[in-house]
């Protein structure tokens, strides 16, 4: 069973840059694809961005891409977030997920693909 917890969510301007941090448990965190997701008041949580698990393989939604950046520390079991010039859109709650997988290179974009995940932390971005 696998643990996460997200850190560095805030208040921040439009803009301005954040890095989300999620912190697994467990010693088999290479072997999880992991992923970033989001639910703003009101409305579903939606894909935000995936890595594979050896990091060679990343994917975004469109909304962010060319924004945000995922990457990950397998030693440190941490993966990571950066999410550069930020819109009043992108506030949300951001949750990341973790999906167990053989495969080297496969990254997962549905809710339904994921195993675990965290509690979430807010970033809130104001105009």
């Known amino acids: 069973q696998v643990q996460l917890v997200e850190s560095g969510g805030g208040l921040v301007q439009a803009g301005d840059s954040l890095r989300l941090s999620c912190a697994a448990s467990?010693?088999?965190?290479?072997?999880?694809?992991m992923g970033w997701f989001r639910q703003a008041p009101g409305k579903e949580r939606e894909f935000v961005g995936a890595?594979?698990?050896?990091?060679?393989?990343?994917y975004y939604a469109d909304s962010v891409k060319g924004r945000f950046t995922i990457s990950r520390d397998n030693a440190k079991n941490t993966v990571y977030l950066q999410m550069n010039s930020l819109k009043p859109e992108d506030t949300a709650v951001y949750y990341c997920a973790a999906h167990f997988t053989y495969s080297s290179n496969s990254y997962f974009t549905s809710n339904g693909g994921y195993d675990y995940w965290g509690q979430g932390t807010q970033v809130t971005v104001s105009s």
């Open positions: 890595i594979a698990r050896t990091g060679g393989s990343t």
């Open positions: 467990g010693r088999t965190f290479s072997m999880y694809a």
